[in-house]
Each structure stands twice: as C-alpha cells, then as structure tokens.
C-alpha cells in the first residue's frame, strides 16, 4: 500500500506567535487556531479549536525561561496527544534551560537532560531545533533530533558585507569549534578570547589569543544574554587595534543589563535571530528571520525528504 501524507498543521506557542506566522506563511499554510484560557492565579489551558486527529502537527515555541514557555509547550504536547494527532514534531527555536548541560560542582541539575525527557514525555515523536548551547544535548533525547545551524542564515549576511581583512573570534574556549567553522567558510582568520567568571554572567578576567591588529572582526556565539562577554570582547579587541568589530550570536536573550552593555560598548553590530522574540531598544541590533529555515526543513520532514543540506556549520 502506498503512504499517504495527510495535510500537515502548524501551532504556534503564545510567545512565538509572530515566528509561526512567518513560518507557516513560508511553509504555505495558515497558522493553526489555538485559545490559551488563563485562570486568575495564573494557570492556563491551551485548546486546540480545530480536528488535529491523525495528522501531522509541528508545535512552534522557544522554551527560554520563565517556565511559563516550556510548561505552554509541554501542555501543547499533551493535548496533541489527547486529541489524536499522529506525529506531534515540537519546534523548538531556542532550546532553553541548555546551559545546565552537566554538572560543574556538586549537588546541582542537568537541567538540559530533565527539560529533553519532559518533552518526550508530553508526547512529542520528533524534535527541530537550532543551534543547541552544547551539540550533546541531542543525545539527551530518545526521540530524532533534527539540530539545525543558523550558519546558513549568516554566512550570506557575512558574506554580503564583504569585509576586508575578515578574522572571526570566539568569545570562550568553548565556542572555538563554532568559529573555527565560520573561519573555514570563509576562508579568514581565527582568534579566541579566553575568560574567567567570578560567577554567572560575571567576568573577572578575559585574555585575547592571537592578533587583530587591522582587522575586521565578527565575534561568533549560539546566544547573547546580558552582553557582558560580547561587549568586554569588542572593547578588548578594538583596544588591540582591530578596525572595527561585530558579533553575530543565534539567540537573542537579551536580559539584565544587555541593552546598556551593547549602547555603551564599541561594538559595531549584533546580528541575531528572531528564534526569541527582540525588543528594539538598541540601534546596534540586526535580526534576521529563521522562518525559511524552518519552514523548509519542516516541509522536507512533513514530506519525507532529506534536510542535510541544511546541516551547515
């Protein structure tokens, strides 16, 4: 007997509204109708106002923290569940709760491996993402991961700009894979700062590995939260004698001091995503949309088809 593909429906999370707007716009299809009742002490109920039964659903929300975002999902899930559907792909733009992806000290959670286990719990059959805080976080799920790289939004930007004397950084040791990919890409130059925190979101000392002198440097990173790191980096850099220097980083938190830190900073241009939703208080900030992205990888998993062309580092 042939497989038949039924129709494919998206949702939307309250926070990611406007995302899955653009998604299900790119895809060719509308969003899906969903109400969110709210009770007064602040619980809430997700309802589905339309047939999902025997259907592919793909379930689009960012789980940064609050915990209302994820909670919203995991609610999302369940009904899907209840109601019939008969693939329920949670897309996750930005995976929250990423950070806690092992134990640093004693006596604390993997919060990544709870948050994975909870979704497959809720019932989701498939998981799209992007640009996960550590690659290993995909082995936290029983389920398929499709872990996509928004290197193929940026790199065009990138490469629009056609900066000369192009030197791509990374602002920690950690994120050196990451840049030493961008680097190859295009074909320039590598640099890392190296940095020591007194405690979460506090530097006490950052140090720069290799020379910027003249050059034209684009900081690269999975996300951007108060900045502190990005702006120290910039102003470290521009002190070396960089020209000038960008930071492009996938998702944008953006909390605490972040748009303070990026107006005072001598940091030219932050290039994100919109895979959490920005406020536009800083003129520094560019956003480019992920919607095609997903929409075209969402459309290839819908229909069978292979999405590794999109696996571009």
């Known amino acids: 007997m042939p497989i038949v593909i039924t129709e494919a429906k998206i949702f939307a999370c309250t926070q990611s509204k ?8 790119a895809f060719g299809a509308e969003l ?17 106002e339309e047939s999902i039964r025997g259907t592919r659903i793909f379930i689009i929300g960012s789980t940064n923290p609050g915990p209302e975002n994820l909670m919203e ?11 019939s559907a008969r693939h329920i792909t949670a897309v996750l733009p930005y995976f929250g709760w990423a950070r806690q992806d092992r134990k640093d000290k004693p006596r604390v959670p993997i919060a990544a491996k709870l948050v994975a286990k909870m979704i497959e719990a809720a019932g989701a059959t498939r998981i799209i993402t992007m640009d996960l805080h550590a690659d290993q976080i995909q082995g936290f ?15 065009p930007y990138l490469k629009r700009l056609n900066l000369p004397n192009l030197t791509i950084a990374s602002p920690d040791m950690g994120g050196s894979k990451r840049a030493y990919a961008y ?39 999975d996300m951007v939260d108060t900045a502190g790191t990005l702006t120290k980096a910039a102003d470290l ?12 980083c996938t998702h944008p938190i953006l909390s605490g001091k972040a748009y303070d830190n990026l107006n005072n900073s001598r940091l030219e241009e932050l290039i994100v995503t919109d895979s959490i939703p920005v406020k ?12 095609d ?8 998993v819908h229909n069978n088809k292979s999405i590794s062309s999109k696996f571009v580092m």
């Not at 406007?18 to 716009?25: Q, R, S, Y």
């Not at 109708?33 to 997700?46: L, R």
């Not at 799920?141 to 790199?155: C, N, R, Y």
């Open 280 to 291: 536009p208080l800083s003129d520094k900030i560019r956003v480019l949309s992920c919607a």
């Open 73 to 83: 999902m995991l609610l999302m899930i369940d009904a899907a569940k209840r109601a």
């Open 141 to 155: 799920f029983e389920k398929p991961v499709d872990h996509l790289f928004a290197s193929t939004i940026f790199l």
């Open 18 to 25: 406007v995302l899955g707007e653009k998604i299900a716009k």
């Open 183 to 221: 680097s190859k890409a295009l074909q320039s130059d590598v640099v890392i700062c190296y940095k020591q925190r007194a405690k979460a979101n506090v530097i006490s000392h950052m140090e720069l590995i290799g020379d910027v002198t003249g050059k034209n440097v684009v900081l690269v990173d």
């Open 32 to 48: 899906g109708n969903v109400i969110t009742s709210t009770y007064s002490d602040g619980e809430f109920q997700p309802s589905y």
């Open 293 to 300: 992205l997903f929409a075209e990888v969402m459309e290839k």
């Open 237 to 248: 850099m521009m002190e070396r004698g960089a020209l000038s220097v960008r930071a492009i």
